[in-house]
Structures are given as structure tokens and as C-alpha cells.
């Protein structure tokens, strides 16, 4: 069983940039598509962004698109998230997840079956 580790959350002001980090286990992440989700207090979790095994493939949620960006080190077993201009609406626990292995559907739309435990990120107006 894969356990995946987030880093990088806090406190920044609007139109601030944080990157999170999601450190995985096991040798074959590689293998792996993965997401970001998050969810605010009193909501559902939602969808963030996705990539796809190889790092080739991409998928953002609209309200994210252009101000985020999602990318993969297979070398390391890592995932980040990179958030530029955030918005106090951007505030939320974000989830890093693994997806399915060799997966070319939509990322979107894919099973994520293993979740770290979270990373705050605040944005305050």
C-alpha cells in the first residue's frame, strides 16, 4: 500500500503562490497517475488537478485553470502543485491521490484509491 505525504500548505495573502509537495512510497509511483483535490470547511471534496502516469498528460479543474499547475518527478515519487495568484476561495485542505496505474482515460473521471492526510492552505483577502 502506497502512502503519500503532503508538504508545502499555509498562510499567504491573495494573489500569493504556494507549492505543495506529495512525497510517496514504494518503486512503482512511477507507474501511477496522480491528483490534487481539496476541500473546504462544510463542502464536498473536489477535484483539483490531475496528471497522468508519465507526466504528459494534465487535467485542471476550471476554477484552477491558468493559475495552476500539477507536474510529476518519477525519479523521486513526487507530485506538486503549483498555485500562483491565489484567491481567498482557494482555501481548503488539499489531498494528494493516487490513481489508477498505466491509466489513459480521463484523469478527471479516474478512481483514486490511495489519499494523503492533508496540507491547510489559507488565503487570506
Known amino acids: 500500500q502506497v502512502q503519500l505525504v503532503e508538504s508545502g500548505g499555509g498562510l499567504v495573502q491573495a494573489g500569493g503562490s504556494l507549492r505543495l509537495s506529495c512525497a510517496a512510497s514504494?518503486?512503482?509511483?512511477?507507474?501511477?497517475?496522480a491528483g490534487w483535490f481539496r476541500q473546504a470547511p462544510g463542502t464536498e471534496r473536489e477535484f483539483v488537478a490531475a496528471i497522468s502516469w508519465s507526466g504528459s498528460s494534465t487535467s485542471y479543474a476550471d476554477s484552477v485553470k491558468g493559475r495552476f499547475t500539477i507536474s510529476k518527478d518519477n525519479t523521486n515519487n513526487m507530485v506538486y502543485l503549483q498555485m500562483s495568484s491565489l484567491k481567498p476561495e482557494d482555501t481548503a485542505v488539499y489531498y494528494c491521490a493516487r490513481g489508477p496505474r498505466f491509466w489513459i482515460g480521463s484523469l478527471r473521471d479516474a478512481k483514486y484509491d490511495s489519499w494523503g492526510q492533508g496540507t491547510q492552505v489559507t488565503v487570506s483577502s
Open positions: 514504494g518503486r512503482t509511483f512511477s507507474q501511477y497517475s
